[in-house]
C-alpha cells in the first residue's frame, strides 16, 4: 500500500463540502477528517472539537503568531478559520488517509507548502441549486448571503487550479467519488 495521502476538498459556499465530509466521517472511518478552527459562532447542532474547534480571536491569532496552523484564511470578510499543522501531521505520521475541508484560500496555501496533495473541488449540479441550498440552510442573513454569493463566482472560477472535480449532485455518490480518488474503495448500500 502507498504511502496516505493528504486530500484536500474545497468548494464554492453552499455547495455541500461539510455535508459529503459529514457522510465520509460516519461511513468511512479510515479516512481522517481533519477539524478546522474558527472564530466563528457554532451554527445549531455543531459541537466543539467534532465540527470546527470554536476559538476567540485572539487564540486564533497566537495559533497563527506561533506558526501552528497548515493554512488559515480570514472567510467572507469576517470570520477565520484554519487547519492545525500538528493534528494533520500525527494523523498522517499514523498511516491514515487524510481529508481536509477547506475553502480556496487555504487550499492554494496547502498547495504551495505540500503539492503533492490530492486537490479535489467539490462542485454544485449547477448555479441555482447552490443560491437553494444556501438559502435553505437559513442560518445566514440576506445581505451575509449575498456576500456568500459573490465570494462563490469567484470560488467557482478557481475550479481549474484542481486535479479532480466531484459534482455534488448526490451526497452519497459525491462522497464515494471522493473516497475513491483518495485510493479508498467506496462501499455501497
Known amino acids: 500500500m502507498s504511502q496516505p495521502r493528504l ?8 455547495v455541500g463540502k461539510g455535508t459529503v465530509s459529514t457522510y465520509i466521517r460516519d461511513n468511512y472511518p479510515e479516512v481522517w477528517l481533519s477539524v478546522s478552527a474558527t ?4 451554527r445549531p447542532g455543531e459541537e466543539d472539537g467534532v465540527h470546527y474547534f470554536f476559538v476567540s480571536a485572539e487564540e486564533f491569532d497566537a495559533m497563527v503568531e506561533q506558526d501552528q496552523m497548515l493554512e488559515w484564511a480570514v472567510v467572507h470578510g469576517r470570520n477565520r478559520y484554519g487547519t492545525l499543522r500538528r493534528t494533520v501531521e500525527a494523523a498522517m505520521a499514523e498511516g491514515r488517509s487524510v481529508l481536509l475541508e477547506i475553502d480556496l484560500q487555504g487550499a492554494r496555501q496547502v498547495k504551495k507548502s505540500m503539492p503533492e496533495a490530492n486537490f479535489v473541488f467539490l462542485a454544485p449540479p449547477t448555479w441555482e441549486e447552490m443560491v437553494r441550498r444556501l438559502v435553505g440552510r437559513g442560518t445566514e442573513t440576506p445581505e451575509e448571503q449575498q456576500q456568500r454569493l459573490e465570494t462563490a463566482k469567484l470560488e467557482l472560477a478557481a475550479e481549474s487550479e484542481f486535479d479532480h472535480t466531484v459534482i455534488n449532485d448526490d451526497v452519497q455518490r459525491a462522497a464515494a467519488e471522493l473516497v475513491s480518488l483518495m485510493g479508498i474503495s467506496p462501499r455501497t448500500r
Open 7 to 14: 486530500t484536500v476538498l474545497a468548494g464554492p459556499t453552499a
Open 39 to 42: 472564530t466563528r459562532p457554532p
